[in-house]
C-alpha cells in the first residue's frame, strides 16, 4: 500500500483511489467537510516568542469570519517564492479560541530548510494578504466530564491552548492538567498566558517541563524527558481523557506512559504533527 | 553517456523547491549519475559500503528519535532529533514518506559533527546518494567514516 504510513496501514486508512468497492459501502462525510473554504487573510501582527518561535496573528478579510472548534487546523497556502516555483500548502492548528473568529493566531516554529517556514519568517511580513483554507481536524475535546491530561510539545500547545481558552470562555468545571515540554528555559514561551488561563480555569494546573537545564537557568520546575515527568506526575489507574500534540516520537512515547496508567486508547487523541 | 529517463527525472525532483527549499544538489554542477559515481568509488576505496554506512546513521537516527529533541549520548557520540511537522518524500520516487526534520551528531572526542535527515538514510541505503557538494545535508564519505569511526 503506497503513500500510507505504517501508523496508517494498521489504522486500517486506504487511499479511497487505490479500493475497489465490491459491496454495499457506508460513506460518513463529516459535517464541517462542506463548509470548508478558503479565506483572504491580512497578517495583522508577528511576534517572536523565542529564537525560532514565532506568532501570527491573521485578520480575516474575506469572508471576515471563520467557524471552527477549538484545536481544529487550516492550510496556509504559502506562494511561489525565490527558490520555490510552486504553491505549497502546510497545516497550521489556531492556538486563538473559536470565539475569536475575525481574527486567528498561529504558533509557528521555523525548519531547518523548510519551505513554508522559510517564507513565513524571511518573507512575509504585517499587512501581507495570505489565503489560508480549513477549517479540518478532529482534534477537539470531547464532550464529557472525565477529568483530561494534556501533553504538548513546543507549538503542540497551540491547539491545546486554544481547546484551553475555549473552556474558560465556557467555564468548564473539568479538571485539567497541562503537561508543557520544551527543550530548554530559553524555548519555554507563553508560560505568562498559561499561567493567565490557570487563573481563569480554577481546576487546570500548569506544568511546564523541561526536558534539560542549562547551568544558568534559575528553574525548580519539572525536568527530564516528558515521559519521565508523565510517570511522576500522573497517578495511576486514571480515568482521565488525554489530549496530545507534538512530535510522533513524543507522542508514540507518552502514550506508551498513559497506558501504563490505564488510559486507554479510546480516551486518548493527539494531533501527531504529520 | 546519456543518463537514463529515470535519473533525469530524479534530478528534476531534485532541485531546490520542488520537495525542498534547497534541493538535493548543492551547487553541484555534475550531472546526477556522476555524483552517484563518484560517491561510491569512494565509499569503495575506503573499504565501506552503503548500507553499512546507512545502518549506522538508522541506529543514531532511532536513538535520537528516542530522546525527542533531548539529546542522546552512546559512548562518544551525542545525538539530538529536531522533528518537525509533516512528511517528505524521496526525489526518487519511492514510495515511502519519511519524517522531516534532521538529526544532529557529535563526536564527543573530536568535537566533528554530521547532521542529516531520515530521507538520507533511504537514499544512501537504496540509491548510494549522499547528496550534491554545497548541498545542506550532504554526507562527505571521508568525514563520514572519520566521525562515525567506522
Not at chain 1, 537557568?217 to 515521559?227: C, P, V
Request: negative net charge.
Amino acid at each position: 500500500m503506497p503513500y500510507l504510513s505504517p501508523e496508517e496501514r494498521a489504522d486500517n486508512v486506504r487511499l479511497s483511489c487505490c479500493i475497489r468497492v465490491r459491496s454495499d459501502m457506508e460513506l460518513r462525510i463529516p459535517e464541517e467537510i462542506l463548509s470548508l473554504r478558503e479565506y483572504q487573510t491580512r497578517v495583522e501582527r508577528v511576534r517572536d516568542l523565542t529564537y525560532d518561535v514565532r506568532e501570527f496573528r491573521l485578520v480575516l478579510v474575506d469572508p471576515h469570519e471563520i467557524p471552527f472548534r477549538a484545536g481544529q487546523y487550516v492550510n496556509f497556502v504559502i506562494p511561489p517564492y525565490g527558490d520555490s516555483p510552486e504553491p505549497v500548502y502546510r497545516a497550521y492548528s489556531m492556538s486563538s479560541p473559536p470565539g475569536a473568529k475575525a481574527a486567528l493566531e498561529f504558533l509557528i516554529r521555523r525548519v531547518p530548510q523548510g519551505i513554508a517556514t522559510t517564507f513565513l519568517f524571511d518573507h512575509l511580513r504585517e499587512g501581507d494578504p495570505l489565503r489560508i483554507n480549513g477549517p479540518y481536524g478532529e482534534f477537539t475535546l470531547r464532550p464529557t466530564d472525565a477529568d483530561v491530561v494534556m501533553i504538548a510539545g513546543s507549538t503542540g500547545i497551540a491547539p491545546i491552548k486554544s481547546i484551553l481558552d475555549d473552556m474558560a470562555q465556557a467555564n468548564s468545571p473539568r479538571k485539567v492538567t497541562l503537561f508543557f515540554g520544551v527543550l530548554e528555559l530559553r524555548d519555554l514561551f507563553y508560560r505568562d498566558v498559561l499561567l493567565d488561563i490557570q487563573k481563569k480555569l480554577p481546576n487546570l494546573t500548569f506544568i511546564p517541563a523541561l526536558s534539560r537545564k542549562a547551568p544558568q537557568d534559575n528553574w525548580d520546575g519539572e525536568t527530564g524527558l516528558i515521559t519521565d515527568v508523565l510517570s511522576r506526575q500522573v497517578p495511576g489507574p486514571s480515568s482521565a481523557e488525554a489530549y496530545l500534540c507534538g512530535s510522533p516520537g513524543m507522542i508514540d512515547a507518552s502514550i506508551r506512559v498513559l497506558h501504563e496508567k490505564g488510559i486507554t486508547d479510546d480516551r486518548i487523541f493527539f494531533d501527531k504533527f504529520a | 553517456m546519456e543518463p537514463s529517463d529515470f535519473l533525469r527525472d530524479v534530478e528534476k525532483r531534485m532541485k531546490p523547491g520542488v520537495i525542498s527549499l534547497r534541493g538535493f544538489l548543492g551547487d553541484d554542477a555534475r550531472p546526477l549519475e556522476e555524483i552517484l559515481a563518484a560517491d561510491d568509488a569512494a565509499i569503495r576505496r575506503l573499504g565501506l559500503t552503503h548500507e553499512r554506512i546507512a545502518e549506522r546513521l538508522a541506529h543514531f537516527t532511532h536513538l535520537a528519535l528516542a530522546g525527542y529533541g533531548t539529546p542522546m549520548r552512546e559512548a562518544d557520540f551525542e545525538v539530538v532529533a529536531d522533528e518537525a511537522r509533516g512528511y517528505v518524500r524521496s526525489p526518487f520516487g519511492d514510495l515511502q514518506r519519511f519524517r522531516k526534520g534532521e538529526i544532529r551528531l557529535t563526536n564527543l572526542a573530536t568535537g566533528d559533527t554530521l547532521t542529516w535527515t531520515p530521507l538520507l538514510v533511504h537514499m544512501i541505503r537504496n540509491h548510494g546518494f549522499y547528496e550534491g557538494k554545497g548541498a545542506v545535508y550532504r554526507l562527505d564519505p571521508d568525514k563520514v567514516k572519520r566521525v562515525l569511526q567506522l
